[in-house]
């Protein structure tokens, strides 16, 4: 029988375990159906769903848990709550996630995470999350590159798990070089797992290799690929689905899995998130030949500006990261 990815969990390096398989919950459309999304996961088995203050979906998600915990589906502490802080409340990232707790109707979360490595010029309330001045360009509260204000705000956030408020910290989207500038910075708690864009299409062992041996977990977001799911058509994609009789969206979860990675996949389509939960045990040959399309044909397919100048390869438009060996 088929090995399930929802009883796969991983050790994080204060300890604490995060269930691999995790529900994202970018709203595709109205965020109010992400509410049946949280349901139909959990009752599927999902014990871990990614939420960001950014996405809008909080509220909707404190209501899902809220009729999950009422009818007694699950305790809250069988369940595995992510959220992150903007850039544009870099400056009070205790605010954010008080924000985000009242949302989700929740007294802890156990997990923030730092959304960006960057500071954008927020209001108190963080807004606008995506300041722009009068010709487009995004407005920072200090250079993307040399800046340091995000070394703060991760700073603040290790205050955080001095609270009752989150078990433990992370990051997202941090390549190598922001991280060794973070690195001698942190005063007391490294961060549990990096955040960030993965799928065959998107080889990065080095950096995998580099946050493995920080002792850091990989969380890989858009393992389809985002809105399209060009991942899926992917020809070894298909062909693998076929031999191990599961579906697409399994093998490229599985390609996470079984390689010490959390998975996120995100869908509006009940009945395909009932259907990313087997684990197909695919071997060393297969995973290296999924790994091997991405070098031969890199694509990433998140490309936001405030994405510019992090020091991550192929990021489309990026005119700030000047080089790569
Ligand atoms: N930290 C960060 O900066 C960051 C950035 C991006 C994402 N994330 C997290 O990662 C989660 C997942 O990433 P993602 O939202 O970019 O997406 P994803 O899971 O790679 O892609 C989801 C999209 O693919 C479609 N899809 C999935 N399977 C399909 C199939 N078999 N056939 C056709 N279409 C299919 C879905 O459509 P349907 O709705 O029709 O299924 C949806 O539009 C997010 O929700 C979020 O929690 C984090």
Avoid: C
């Amino acid at each position: 029988m088929t090995k399930l990815a929802t009883s796969v969990v991983f050790k994080l390096n204060n300890g604490k375990t995060i269930p691999a398989l995790g529900l994202g919950t970018v709203p595709s459309g109205d965020p109010k159906h992400v509410k049946d999304q949280v349901i139909t996961a959990v009752k599927a088995g999902y014990r871990h769903i990614d939420t960001a203050w950014y996405y809008g979906t909080e509220e909707y998600i404190g209501e899902a848990l809220k009729e999950l915990f009422d009818e007694g589906v699950v305790k809250r502490e069988d369940i595995f709550v992510t959220t992150k802080v903007w850039p544009s409340f870099w400056h009070n990232p205790a605010k954010s996630v008080d924000i985000s707790l009242e949302r989700l109707g929740l007294d802890y979360v156990d997990l923030v995470l730092q959304h960006w490595p960057i500071a954008l010029h927020g209001d108190e309330n963080g807004e606008p999350p995506a300041p722009k001045d009068k010709d487009g360009n995004l407005i920072y509260e200090d250079d993307p590159i040399t800046g340091e204000k995000y070394i703060q705000s991760y700073n603040k956030l290790e205050d955080l798990v001095e609270t009752s408020k989150t078990k433990s910290i992370g990051i997202s989207n941090y390549s190598i070089p922001k991280y060794k500038r973070l690195l001698p910075h942190i005063k007391k708690h490294k961060p549990v797992l990096n955040q960030i864009e993965y799928h065959p299409h998107l080889p990065q062992r080095e950096l995998v290799e580099y946050f493995q041996h920080q002792g850091i977990l990989i969380s890989a977001y858009s393992p389809v690929g985002s809105n399209g799911a060009p991942v899926i058509k992917i020809p070894l994609v298909q062909e693998l689905a076929k031999k191990y009789d599961v579906t697409p969206n399994e093998i490229l979860s599985a390609y996470h899995i079984l390689e010490g990675r959390i998975v996120l996949p995100r869908s509006s389509n009940l009945e395909r998130i009932k259907t990313i939960v087997r684990l197909p045990e695919l071997s060393k040959t297969e995973l290296e030949e999924l790994y091997q399309i991405g070098v031969k044909d890199p694509q990433r397919y998140i490309n936001d500006p405030w994405g510019y100048g992090l020091g991550f390869r192929w990021w489309k438009g990026d005119t700030l990261t000047k080089v790569f060996d």
